[in-house]
């Protein structure tokens, strides 16, 4: 049993995925929590950590900082999925409930695993898709459940869409679309895709490394048809180089009595098109601003994240954010390239619980 105040640690990597977007200063602020150390292997980024956290002790080997500090929580915050599967697992391990940031892993057996763990340990794990703590977000959501636009009939996503679309848009940025895709319409039955890479059908050849280890990706251009046990039909669209690029990010949520358009990961530019039919054309329908919602930086989805950590830890139940969210939200961009892969629909859960890209581009050698 814990006690009311939480020793909190966090895990960086200088050079190498370092403190990811702030998941190390999460808990300033948090008067239920400690802030007892930092780990970096990385003489620098150790000393900078200590700055911006205030934290009285670092280490430079995160084992040690485990061993010794003994953490009720640890923010593993390296963006790099190469290392947490190792690091979230010990955290586990040495009892400590698991702030983690996004992508978890880069594929699904490491996922897996350290669902499994947590269960089997009594430790809960959150994962870093900041906007559905925000409360616009959690806003939408109760629109959506009062019905203020009706029956939700289809989410259309779109990546950013800057150098990285396709696969590394899909992977950095769509994770954290697909989560709120579930987090609003549930569990996904099964997918279908299509991907391509300069206008040609994906071959072994377009296999690449992207510009962070979170895995292969694949194609410049991905669409994607996902359908939600809920009865909702959702998309996914990323193309590479797109002019307004910063702007396409985001989601529109179709009723129907009404739709709703969510932009950037916050939905800061959230609107309400209150109408039934898409007519451009009709002078009296056009979109609103909804107003009676917080618009919050996406930066506060962390501190709020650590509150629902230990909220969770201590109902024993789920994070908003689940170890297991993110496990099915990887799902969601894996069946992607599966179902390129083999040319048919996708049922989820995945079969296939390593990457499909891993064997694929195998093939070319």
């Not at 963006?79 to 892993?105: F, I, N, Q």
């Not at 529109?252 to 709703?260: F, K, R, V």
């Amino acid at each position: 049993m814990l006690s009311n105040i939480y020793r909190a640690a966090a895990i960086g990597r200088g050079g190498r995925g370092g403190y990811g977007h702030g998941l190390h200063t999460a808990y300033q602020g948090n008067e239920r929590v400690e802030f007892v150390a930092i780990a970096d292997e990385d003489e620098a980024a150790r000393a900078q950590g200590l700055q911006d956290t205030g934290a009285p002790t670092a280490y430079e080997d995160w084992r040690q900082m485990l061993d010794k500090e003994s953490p009720d929580i640890v923010s593993v915050c390296p963006r790099w999925t190469d290392c947490h599967l190792e690091m979230v697992s010990a955290c586990l391990e040495a009892g400590a409930h698991v702030y983690c940031e996004k992508p978890m892993t880069w594929n699904l057996a490491d996922g897996d695993a350290i669902v499994e763990l947590a269960r089997s340990k009594g430790r809960k794990v959150a994962v870093a898709h900041q906007g559905v703590y925000l409360p616009r977000v959690q806003g939408v959501k109760r629109m959506l459940e009062e019905g203020r636009i009706g029956q939700i009939q289809a989410i259309h996503a779109h990546g950013k869409q800057d150098r990285r679309g396709g696969g590394e848009d899909m992977i950095t940025l769509g994770t954290h679309l697909f989560n709120m895709m579930r987090y609003f319409a549930g569990d996904v039955r099964w997918m279908t895709a299509h991907v391509t890479a300069d206008g040609r059908e994906l071959e072994p050849a377009h296999v690449l490394d992207p510009s962070e280890p979170v895995g292969p990706v694949a194609g410049d251009c991905i669409n994607a048809y996902y359908a939600f046990e809920s009865g909702v039909s959702g998309f996914f669209d990323s193309r590479r180089d797109q002019v307004g690029s910063n702007l396409r990010y985001g989601m529109e949520i179709i009723g129907s009595e009404a739709s709703l358009s969510l932009r950037g990961g916050s939905g800061s530019e959230l609107m309400l098109y209150p109408h039934p039919v898409f007519r451009p054309a009709a002078e009296e329908q056009s979109w609103v601003p909804v107003t009676d919602l917080p618009d919050n930086e996406l930066g506060l989805g962390n501190h709020l994240a650590i509150e629902d950590l230990i909220d969770a830890a201590e109902a024993d139940r789920e994070p908003i954010s689940s170890a297991a969210a993110a496990v099915a939200a990887l799902e969601m961009i894996l069946g992607t390239y599966e179902s390129q892969i083999t040319g048919a629909r996708v049922e989820m859960p995945m079969s296939n619980r390593q990457h499909p890209l891993a064997d694929f581009r195998g093939r070319s050698q």
